[in-house]
């Protein structure tokens, strides 16, 4: 309240009123013209001083109070293994978005394993894709040492899971098809993998629509819902999990068991 330069100086000339009306109620003469002036003036300034001090103590108790609040849930986040929450998967204005700490994330991994899975995953692998530089840099890095580091779980094109879940996300609307991004993945998979002359990328198909997308990395996890959605993007929140959080751990179990039965790609 006192960051307003006005408001402070209303504050301290109603204190300097008070004070002059209790001074002049001690030494000013016995008549009733003082006497009225020490009572106006008294009764204006404390009208204004008293309702500044408690909306300021007001103010302070309820920013104490909302802090509190705050660095409960941050506490609870953490003892949740809650690294960060982003709004969306999506770019924005702020530094600190979702798909600039998560190609942060892919530059300080490289030559650590990765684990994804996603429907299309086309968001990674494709050439119009945010992160295709990532990848390019991580296969191009990694091909040198020989080391198969990426895992990469799509959705078969051809599944029925898949083709009803493309129903019913276009809903009508002239968006790729959900097969077609899928093709368009392994085939950019294969380039990568031949241009870097060896297969970095393990890429391998399952029949089931997954219900999130995800990227594993040793130390934490970015995880989204895929919730079915006629618009695009579909603004999903993005949560990070470290790795020694129970989430984490079913997540990575998740994968695995979905690996073990996936079919892999030619």
């Not at 209303?10 to 008549?31: E, M, Q, Y």
């Not at 990532?134 to 191009?140: D, P, Q, R, T």
């Not at 368009?184 to 997954?210: H, Q």
Request: proline content about 5%; hydrophobic content about 40%.
């Amino acid at each position: 309240m006192f960051n307003d330069p006005k408001i402070t100086v209303v504050f301290f000339l109603s204190l300097t009123g008070l004070i002059i009306s209790v001074v002049l109620a001690t030494l000013a003469p016995v008549t009733v013209v003082w006497q009225l002036v020490t009572v106006v003036l008294g009764t204006a300034s404390s009208a204004v001083l008293f309702p500044l001090s408690a909306g300021y103590y007001y103010d302070r108790f309820r920013q104490r109070r909302e802090g509190e609040s705050i660095g409960q849930v941050f506490r609870e986040y953490s003892a949740g293994g809650i690294l960060k929450i982003f709004k969306d998967r999506e770019e924005d204005e702020h530094s600190d978005n979702a798909q600039s700490n998560l190609r942060g994330a892919f530059d300080s991994h490289v030559g650590s394993e990765i684990r994804m899975i996603g429907v299309s995953l086309r968001v990674f692998f494709q050439p119009i894709g945010p992160f295709y530089r990532n990848m390019e840099h991580h296969v191009s890095t990694v091909a040198a040492g020989k080391q198969q580091t990426i895992k990469a779980l799509v959705c078969h094109p051809g599944s029925p899971e898949t083709l009803n879940r493309a129903r019913i996300e276009t809903a009508g609307r002239h968006f790729p098809g959900i097969e077609q991004d899928i093709e368009k993945t392994l085939e950019s998979i294969r380039m990568l993998n031949d241009k870097s002359g060896f297969p970095v990328i393990d890429c391998r198909t399952f029949s089931s629509a997954p219900y999130c997308t995800m990227v594993l990395f040793g130390d934490k996890c970015y995880y989204s819902p895929n919730i079915l959605s006629s618009e695009a993007p579909a603004r999903l929140p993005l949560i990070v999990f470290a790795s020694h959080s129970h989430a984490y751990q079913v997540l990575k179990k998740y994968f695995d068991h979905v690996w073990a039965e996936s079919t892999p790609v030619n």
